[in-house]
């Protein structure tokens, strides 16, 4: 049986062309959406958080989405530097910045000839809630499309703080700004597994770890109200799949979402973490592993003043690759027009 195109007149339409960067999913809206009203990226960020929620669920939840998928939204720039804006969702909200959603989305630009392929060292800028984003695209000697990114400044916020879990006793963690804030947490010294089949335990232990740092310890950025919060909690391992690997990553963000890649952001803040604790050097290359097996290669560009703190400029690379096309439909009389989530 073949079916008959025709309007579908009473159903709204959104268009996406879906990615995955080192296995983390990137839904990028492409049409569908009103206008996005805001003079400034983090205006258009609170535009669409008190209008357009309702879409943000539509895309990001069940049945059209998952509790673990992540979206993005381009928009046009804001400032005189940039080729285009870009605001991120997933299943709690609007994050700040998104390193896998800016590799992915120069990739899917540059593959869909929305944007021509730069010179070498062109800077391909983007304004995102957390800051300037300087990304760059090539051809490696595969004639492969590699794509990195030049991060916000990222810096140590405070170092070997504590809190009691009952299962655990105390827990001692970092926290570190890499676009994001995250509590960083050794997993090997809870014994905590970084492995798929412990992802549960992972989910629960995370949630658990962000829950009791908010309560015990403010975060205030440096100048913007809007990125004082706590993402998520990432925990880190020296068990790697890879001898080349420096260490596995897995983040637990938002409402227990479980980072299938090393997280962009949370490698800009490692390194951060990494120069402060271990004193790593600029220009050296640093291999992080996912849940999953995805990896990132981030290393220092440089050292820089950032309102007093000491901040470093990470560079981030990996790959992304399209999976697919789609138009999502909402019918005027569905029974779940904001859908759902079951994990």
């Known amino acids: 049986m073949q079916f008959n195109n025709h309007n579908f007149s009473n159903y709204q339409s959104i268009n996406t062309i879906d990615a995955h960067t080192e296995g983390e999913p990137l839904r990028i809206i492409t049409d569908g959406y009103p206008e996005i009203k805001g003079n400034t990226i983090l205006e258009k960020r609170q535009y669409l958080h008190d209008n357009l929620d309702n879409l943000r669920q539509l895309l990001m939840f069940e049945p059209r989405g998952h509790a673990d998928m992540y979206g993005a939204l381009i928009t046009e720039p804001c400032s005189t530097d940039a080729k285009f804006g870009i605001l991120f969702m997933h299943n709690e909200g609007y994050s700040s910045m998104c390193g896998h959603g800016i590799i992915a989305a120069v990739s899917v630009a540059i593959e869909s000839q929305t944007l021509a392929m730069p010179k070498q060292g062109e800077v391909i800028g983007i304004d995102s809630p957390a800051g300037f984003i300087k990304a760059y695209a090539k051809h490696d000697q595969q004639n492969k499309l590699a ?130 604790k271990e004193n790593l050097p600029t220009e050296q290359d640093v291999v992080i592993e996912s849940i999953v097996g995805g990896k990132m290669t981030v290393s220092i560009k440089n050292v820089c003043d950032y309102h007093g703190k000491t901040a470093v400029i990470p560079r981030v690379s990996g790959r992304a690759f399209i999976t697919g096309c789609h138009k999502f439909m909402l019918s005027t009389d569905d029974i779940f027009p904001q859908g759902f989530i079951l994990r």
């Open 147 to 276: 794509v990195s990114f030049d991060n916000v400044p990222s810096f140590v916020e405070v170092l070997a703080q504590s809190i009691e879990l009952p299962e655990f006793g105390a827990i001692q963690y970092d926290i570190a700004f890499g676009g994001a804030y995250y509590a960083y947490v050794d997993a090997d010294a809870l014994n905590i597994d970084c492995t798929p089949e412990n992802q549960q335990q992972l989910i629960d232990v995370g949630r658990a770890i962000k829950q009791a740092v908010m309560a015990s310890y403010s975060i205030k950025h440096p100048i913007e109200e809007d990125l004082s919060f706590l993402y998520g909690t990432i925990f880190y391992s020296n068990k790697t799949d890879a001898t080349s690997s420096h260490s596995r990553h897995v983040c637990v963000f938002a409402d227990g979402e479980v980072d299938r890649s090393p997280t962009g952001t949370g490698v800009s803040a490692r390194v951060a973490l990494l120069r402060e």
